[in-house]
């Protein structure tokens, strides 16, 4: 029986060792990271000498939203950056969400365009619970590219 080596190493990254980086900094304090993904409409469209079937043709390109989570604590930089755009002087930014492998060397680089934040949440308080109080930010997009997945 021939050796078989797999081409990639079987045990797949951990969700959980990720950070954030926007204008070459790193803001590595995120609970959670949400909504990296990209869907193309499939068009439909027949020519009168085609068979009777549609083909498929690929259509525009739409990206998800990002959610961002964290701790809320005295850096308010998430909330200036979102009432920046509230003021009509909003900078958009280019973010990257890199993953980590569990020695802590990065893995995945996801780059995205054009982001600026459309959405800024602050905690839900409950004076019977002990959960952390969270903030969440939500930024529009214009693209991922991929600058490394090793």
Known sequence: MPAIKPPHNPDPYGGYNFFIEWNGIIHAGFQECTGLDSTQQAGEYREGTDPLTMRKIPGLVSYSNI??????????????????????????REVSIVLRDDTGEERIRWNLTNCWPTTWKGADLKANADDFALETLELAHEGIKVDKWT
């Open 67 to 92: 959610t961002l989570s964290r701790g809320i604590t005295n850096n308010d930089e998430l909330w200036q950056w979102r009432d920046e755009f509230v003021q009509g002087k909003g900078n958009r």
